[in-house]
């Protein structure tokens, strides 16, 4: 499969799934749990997934970055990812009791627990989703994550109809694991079983400093909500958990999915020997182009989505929402940081910038929560971004040799279509209906008008992503038509 079709598969999964997840977290929130109760969650999930940065222990890449696979190997990483899933069930059930001590919520115990529990089926799905990957079959990668989201989805709704409060969304991850594992194996088999443990020492040792290069990060990206528990309410938790969430969700549906198509076809272009510095501008084309518009655009539309979506109970997450989706924007102007250099065998450094980059996002989380409240924490997120790009720029420039005047080029087209994109929506707020009072029908409108202007911006600014999106649609039966004639007439000018 080409990249770009992978890319397709890739973002159809992703599309599917986020709009499954979506409509359940809605339906929940208005229906069935308060925030307060999926703060309790929250607190939970982040102490059961900071300790589950060990459950794929680097075998994804590992497999994927791989010149070369055979059986054996396939079977000592399914035995790897079995050995380290019942290390994570184990961690995570010893610390369960001791964490709902030191928070003074006994409830917190079982939720890790039942929690812990869906780690069990992991084994089932990392090995096969890894060889997917490399093979760059994600048609299969759309079964997987659509199956698991749908039966997440279903539990949640479920026993949130019938009052199992926090324990609902626990349960719905128990479901998830198992279904996704059943999938991979029926489209990939790999069982973990018998085990093979001969010749571990290469995929021990690749695994190993990966797990502690995703522990520093996970101790940036997965502690809010464990810091915001000592400091703020366990409803201002669930305000920021379901902000932060709503954020990644949207930043994941714009391009999140792509991003595993990535790994595998640079591996591709360096065992080619090519230059990696017009690929990875085109990423960061296609990322700025796509991403920022969306991002600025949720920000601005922040308070109006939170009303329609969650209700009057949720608009303190509004504030909240837009202070984090800014964030995003500086955080995918340099994608892939963590991927081009293990990709190119740098991971001790990379862990040296890693270390440096979860210092400071702790912080300033801790400084801003403690200054600021729930408020002082998200705002914190975005002076975080900033610190984030000074960090990184230096040293994915040095690993990729790009362009820097043609970035900076990208950077200034991708912000003026940012500014179109988001222009219909702005001036909607000024002349007709701010913030506080537009309906569902105008703001739909005014996203469709500046989904309009974006696109015609991108052509008239030449901007390189034009000609991806244009290929991409070509892949899609439905747009195909549209998108061929178009592709002849704009391609050239971008």
Known sequence: MSVRGAAVWAMAGQYLSFAIQFASSVIISRLF???????????????????????DFGLSRYISGLREIDDGEVRRCSSVALLFSLLVVAVICALAWPLAHLYRL????????????????????????????????????FAINVGGAAVQASV????????????????????????????????????????????????IGFGTRSSVLYLTGALGTRTPDLILGKLVTLTSVGLYSRAASLSDQFRTLISGAIGSVFFPAFARIRDR???????????????????????????????????????????????????????????????????MPILLGKMNRLLAYNVADTVLSLILLAGGAWLGGVEGAAAS???????????????????VRFDVRGLFAIYV????????????????????????????????VAVALGGVCWFVALAVLRHPALDEILGMACALPPLRPLAARLRPHLAGKT
């Open 33 to 55: 749990l308060s925030p307060s109760e999926v703060g309790l969650f929250s607190i939970a999930l982040a102490a059961a997934l900071l300790v589950a940065i060990l459950q």
């Open 106 to 141: 006994p409830e917190l115990a079982p939720l890790l627990v039942i929690i812990a529990s869906s780690y069990l089926f992991l084994p089932l799905a990392v090995v096969p989703m890894a060889l997917l990957a490399r093979e760059m079959r994600f048609d299969r990668h």
């Open 156 to 203: 949640a709704v479920t026993l949130g109809a019938l009052g199992y409060s926090s324990y609902a969304l626990a349960w719905a991850t128990v479901g998830a694991g198992l279904a996704r594992g059943l999938i991979a194996q029926a489209l990939r088999p790999a069982l973990p079983w018998p085990p093979r443990l001969d010749g571990l020492s290469k995929v």
């Open 273 to 339: 020997g090519e230059d990696l510095g017009p690929p990875y501008l085109r990423v960061c084309a296609g990322y700025s182009a796509v991403v920022w518009p969306g991002m600025a655009g949720l920000a601005l539309a922040a308070e109006p989505i939170v009303r329609l979506l969650y209700g009057e109970n949720w608009m303190g997450v509004a504030p909240l929402l837009t202070m984090i989706s800014l964030t995003e924007i500086l955080l995918v102007a340099l994608p892939l940081v963590s991927d």
């Open 381 to 399: 997120r975005l002076v975080y971004a900033v610190g984030w790009l000074a960090i990184y720029a230096g040293f994915m420039h040095h690993l």
């Open 413 to 444: 087209r991708s912000a003026m279509a940012t500014v179109a994109a988001i222009l219909p929506l702005a001036l909607v707020y000024v002349f007709w209906a701010g913030p506080a009072s537009i309906g569902f029908a105008a703001l739909l």
